[in-house]
């Protein structure tokens, strides 16, 4: 992979926010924020091969125990949301555990994530401590102690670091020994068994760590939508939303699920006011399902193989 390409956009997204309005740099921020989540999915979903649609549970905890601690205890989020990510973890080795110690594959581990973040949401709507069916608000202060700020361009560096952080740790993680199990394990898990690996360890692994950086990505949401309701933060909605990034640019490889959300994200957020004005409500989600249809037809392997695909032809060519 070559990375100056990659170093440049980086750069250029860097400097980008003088540059453009406030409803681009909100745009923007949802899409690296979107792309984090697809990554943090994709080491469990695309490299370890272990589809999971209940991805909103660990968003959730993580936005709950981060916005609990900082409002009962006034522990600051900066370091409210690694606890807010171990309890995620926490959960994510529960499931992971439970899944793959009892040989759960494919659609039952699918069923058992639902299953998970249905709970999670029940527990939430009744529980008043946390706000119960009415959610959990946050009081804007504007302090960046809190992480709060007054100009909405830091939370789009913010995101930016988070979606660039996540793809360096999933490249490296391409690149390491545990990586390749992952993937040998995706392919035919026992034949990856007879070869020695110890797939419950590899697999529980990937587990506990895609459910850390998505706690992670709970907080930042937390602290920039300053209201948590169950329904949306652990509703299948969302777990969907975090699947479909890697899905449509490409699950198990590095840029997948960045592309992904650069392709879907707009798209979202345009077609749902375009069909809000024109009074189609929910005509987003028929541009989504369209869109969906086309990958799985014409690029089964998303989009980024696609890509490095034509980069590969123009280099070739030239």
Known sequence: MRLWPLALALVALAALPPFIGSYVVTLFTLIFFYAYLGQAWNILGGYAGQLSAGHAAFVGIGAYVTAVLSLRLGLTPWIGMFVGAAAAALLGAI?????????????????????????????????????????????????????????PRAYYYIALVLMTGATVAVWRLEQSRLGAYLVAIREDEQAAEALGIDTFRCKLLASVLSAFLTGIGGAFYAFYQFSLQPNTLFGIPLSVEIIMRPIVGGAGTPLGPVLGSFILSPLAELSRSYFAATGWSGGHLIVYGSLLIAVVLFLPQGAAPFVARLARSWRMTR
């Open 95 to 151: 499931i992971g555990y439970l899944g793959f110690r009892f040989g759960l594959r494919g659609f039952y581990f699918v069923l058992l994530t639902v299953a998970f973040a249905e709970v999670c949401r029940i527990i939430a709507l009744n529980t008043e401590a946390v706000g119960g069916a009415v959610g959990l608000y946050i009081t804007f202060t504007g302090n960046p102690a809190q992480f709060q700020f007054q100009n």
